[in-house]
């Protein structure tokens, strides 16, 4: 049952990573990034890390791949993206760069643990009981780090968008707002004619 | 293999299957129920009677527009992606189902000498399940809304997405306080630790945060922006008919049932009955779904009583009321926890 589900999710992360690059439409993209996340949900499942593979989709799938999909679907998905010509160089030179890296940390340390056994599995391991206790005394500082790291993230974005006057109100509009308006209008009253505005 | 495995002991293949069948039949057998208990609900509040020509009371309503559903014509508009169109309410029953395997209607029992929990499963990350499973589900109205490839329906996805983003942050914390209190994420583990006192009574605010969440998960009156009739037609499924409108019309149900679990497992001490009466087990099912009925009938009754709300003022709602709620609730929770 496991090697099924494993080479499963393996064909789904692998095909939605694949599709993700070679989609042409930016919308079908997303969708496969979805579908390749939720599979490395499925894997990380396999791997009894059911907090991660719970965290995994709420905050990829559910989160923030729901806005991927909200940008790409309003900004129009229609036409192909244009890719430039810098990156029609670079694009092959990052993907060797990082091919040898992987093909050095696989052939280093991954192909000696084929013939093992694997880990042993410790009950309680990965539970959000486990995975809270070590945030807060072994990865204490990482984990701070991390959420400053959000944190002037998010900062950032609001600044980001103030500036291109995106919070502030437009006088214009809210002129129109704020029209004033008869305190009768579209009653039966200003339909006869009963009362002027005042 | 149990990758979902905090079970304490040791379950049949068998009777993981038979649990599923029941569940899953159960559920489909008290939906089109629930859709005529809503209309005749509805009926009452508006002075009229609701359904009541098919059948004793209008009760084979559902029947009737079942087969009416299933023998139309499967149809879609030219503009719309074909299969994506088929797949997105399948998305939607998918995820709303599978997350019903999570609602604990039971402890523990022996049947023929076999402990079967009364539950599909039991996972170790409890309301993490589910706000997944609610994750997939954004894409269930999404892809249906998009691939309809109409205006009405491409708007009500939108807002669908927007709205179920906002909400569902105020609606995870409000349980965090519970999970917090309980000292576990098991579901049943937190009904077991609310046997001296439900946790509405100590987490009065988290309860109100999540029912006002749920509201707008579930996409149900006063918050109902997503299918609003008056400027959408019907948002996201305007464009669908036969059985593929009567999935999103189920999950839209099933959804219902299944934040109406969640809030009595967490809130209302699920299987537990107060003042110390300890019933037979075979009563635990029939406590849970009785108090099940409770939450839904509010439903019911509010979407008869509100209006709906502006789209700013659901925003501001959301993000200006009731995140920041949620968040003290949260605090003064771990405050007093740690204490």
């Known amino acids: ?198 | 293999m149990t990758p979902f495995g905090i079970v304490g002991y040791y379950e049949l293949w068998w009777v993981a299957i038979l649990k599923a069948l029941v569940i899953f039949g159960l559920a489909f057998a008290i939906l089109p129920l629930l859709t005529v208990y809503e209309r005749k609900l509805l009926g009452r509040f508006q002075g009229r009677y609701g359904p009541n020509r098919v059948g004793p009371y209008g009760l084979m309503q559902p029947l009737a527009e079942i087969l009416k559903f299933a023998t139309k014509e499967g149809f879609r508009p030219t503009t719309s992606v074909a299969y994506m169109f088929r797949l997105a309410p399948v998305i939607a029953i998918l995820t709303a189902v599978g997350a019903l395997a999570l609602i604990p209607f039971g402890d523990v029992q022996h049947i023929f000498g076999e402990r079967v929990g009364l539950y599909g499963i039991d996972v170790s990350v409890g309301p993490l399940y589910v706000f997944a499973l609610a994750g997939i589900s954004f894409y269930g109205i999404m892809l249906g809304g998009w691939a309809s490839g109409s205006k009405y329906s491409f708007l009500g996805a939108m807002r669908g997405a927007a709205q179920l983003i906002s909400y569902e942050v105020s609606q995870g914390l409000a349980l965090v306080g519970v999970v917090m209190t309980a000292g576990t994420l098991s579901l049943t583990g937190i009904v077991h630790a609310q046997l001296g006192m439900w946790y509405i009574v100590p987490q009065f605010v988290g309860f109100l945060v999540f029912l006002a969440a749920s509201f707008a998960e579930t996409n149900r009156a006063p918050f109902d922006l997503v299918e609003a009739d008056a400027e959408l037609v019907a948002g996201y499924f305007t464009e669908y008919g036969g059985t593929p409108f009567v999935a999103y019309l189920f999950a839209e149900y099933m959804n219902m049932m299944v934040v109406s679990g969640i809030a009595v497992t967490m809130f209302l001490g699920g299987w537990l009955l107060p003042f110390g009466i300890h019933p037979p087990g075979w009563v635990d099912p029939i406590v849970v779904f009785a108090k099940m009925m409770i939450f839904i009938t509010f439903f019911i009754w509010i979407r008869a009583t509100l209006p709906r709300l502006r789209y700013d003022q659901l925003m501001s709602f959301g993000w200006k009321v009731l995140l920041p709620l949620a968040t003290l609730n949260v605090l003064v929770t771990a405050i007093l926890v740690v204490s």
């Open chain 1, 1 to 198: 049952m496991a090697p099924v589900f494993f080479f499963l999710a393996a064909l789904g992360a692998l095909s939605g990573a694949i599709g993700v690059v070679m989609l042409r439409n930016p919308f079908y993209s997303v969708l496969a990034l979805v579908f390749h996340l939720i599979s490395l949900a499925a894997l990380f499942l396999l791997l009894r890390a059911e907090f991660v593979a719970a965290a995994q989709v709420i905050v990829y799938a559910g989160a923030v791949m729901v806005l991927y999909v909200f940008v790409v679907a309003y900004v129009g998905s229609g036409e192909e993206l244009t890719s430039g010509g810098g990156l029609r160089v670079l694009g092959p030179v990052f993907a060797l760069v990082l091919a040898i890296e992987l093909c050095i940390a696989m052939l280093g340390s991954a192909l000696k643990g084929i013939s093992g056994k694997g880990a042993p599995y410790i009950p309680g391991f990965g539970s959000p009981r486990h995975i809270g206790t070590l945030f807060l005394t072994k990865y204490l500082f990482p984990f701070e780090v991390a959420s400053l790291l959000l944190l002037v993230a998010a900062i950032g974005a609001v600044v980001l968008a103030r500036r291109r006057r995106g919070l502030e109100a437009d006088p214009e509009y809210q002129a129109r707002l704020h029209k004033p308006v008869s305190h009768l209008a579209g009653s039966m009253a200003e339909s006869v004619g009963a009362r002027r505005d005042r």
